[in-house]
């Protein structure tokens, strides 16, 4: 678990500090901070909805009573992570191609 919470919090450090690094580049700038908001929306739904959901079951081991409202938060939860990361992905795809000038 350990190694996972590193992984994720240092992500979002990298993607903080290229965006810090691009600042003085307008359109690069634009891109790359939109995809650090995302992966910081990614990784927040994942700590509010995704985990709390892991910890209630047990990682998926136990069935408590609520379950089924359980696995409709965690399923839409990773659902919209992905999403998240790909507009991400995306963005810094978008951020690294050649302005055109």
């Known amino acids: 678990m350990g190694l996972n ?3 994720f919090f240092s992500l979002l450090f990298v993607a903080l500090v290229l965006t810090i690094m691009v600042r003085h580049q307008p359109k690069v700038f634009g891109l790359t901070l939109a995809a650090f908001l995302c992966l ?52 810094l795809v978008l951020s690294m191609l050649p302005s055109g000038k």
Do not use: K
């Open 5 to 7: 919470i590193a992984r």
């Open 40 to 91: 910081l929306a990614a990784h927040g739904l994942f700590w509010i909805f995704t985990f709390p959901a892991n910890q209630a079951t047990s990682n998926w081991t136990t069935l408590p009573e609520n379950w089924t409202a359980l696995r409709a938060q965690w399923e839409y939860s990773h659902a919209a992570g992905a999403v998240l990361n790909l507009v991400a992905f995306i963005m």
